[in-house]
């Protein structure tokens, strides 16, 4: 079992910054991969950006440049830097751990935190 506990997020303008933490405990060496993903209102919830345990990432095209993901492996937290922010940007981020299974993998999910940028 792995417990994510995320933190930041807020009411922005546009062209503001921000900046999310999500802290994961109980079995983080069976994490291969953390991220953000956010899910705006009616819309499906999408990967936002991804680091892997090596320090690779990929990002959404429509955050490249904007956002960079960061992760402190001693502390088990990956950070989340927004820049630039658009009102597009205005959704539910949520951490994500997919950790390694004795089947496959599993993904745990943080509860969530709500970034809206102002126009």
């Known amino acids: 079992q792995v417990q994510l506990v995320e933190s930041g997020g807020g009411l922005v303008q546009a062209g503001g910054s921000l900046g999310l933490a999500c802290a994961a405990s109980?079995?983080?060496?069976?994490?291969?991969?953390m991220g953000w993903y956010r899910q705006a209102p009616g819309k499906q919830r999408e990967s936002v950006a991804v680091?892997?345990?090596?320090?690779?990432?990929n990002y959404a095209d429509s955050v490249k440049g904007r956002f960079t993901i960061s992760r402190d492996n001693a502390q088990n937290t990956v950070w989340l830097r927004v820049n630039s922010l658009k009102p597009e940007d205005t959704a539910v981020y949520y951490c994500?751990?997919?950790?390694?299974?004795?089947?496959?993998?599993?993904?745990?999910w943080g509860q969530g935190t709500q970034v809206t940028v102002s126009s």
């Open positions: 109980g079995s983080v060496s069976a994490i291969l991969a």
């Open positions: 994500n751990a997919k950790t390694r299974t004795f089947y496959g993998t599993r993904d745990y």
């Open positions: 680091i892997t345990s090596g320090g690779s990432t």
